[in-house]
Nanobody, 119 residues
């Protein structure tokens, strides 16, 4: 059983920065991709960024490209999302998720952490 726990959310002014962390636990944890998603009130959950767990390839939504950076520490089973130049439209609950096997989709999810950006 995989457990994902996010932390690092909070309230920040527009233009500020936050760093989210995701701790993965579970016997023999491994993943193909891990990713960050977000959901704002009244909106569908959307993709933010992902990282290929083994090789470190990264992928970003156009809306965050150049402002957010995804990274991971395989040895610690940790994933991070560095968010800079935050905008009010970045306000959402941010979730980390794991695609354990290639092509099977993100099936393991954390409980989410709230990010609020004030104007």
């Amino acid at each position: 059983q995989v457990q994902l726990v996010e932390s690092g959310g909070g309230l920040v002014q527009a233009g500020g920065s936050l760093r989210l962390s995701c701790a993965a636990s579970g016997r023999g944890f491994s993943a193909y991709h891990m990713g960050w998603f977000r959901q704002a009130p009244g909106y569908e959950r959307e993709f933010v960024a992902a990282i290929r767990w083994s090789f470190g390839f990264t992928y970003y939504a156009d809306s965050v490209k150049g402002r957010f950076t995804i990274s991971r520490d395989n040895a610690k089973n940790m994933m991070y999302l560095e968010m800079n130049s935050l905008k009010p439209e970045d306000t959402a609950v941010y979730y980390c998720a794991a695609e354990r096997i290639a092509g099977t989709g993100y099936k393991d999810w954390g409980q989410g952490t709230q990010v609020t950006v004030s104007s």
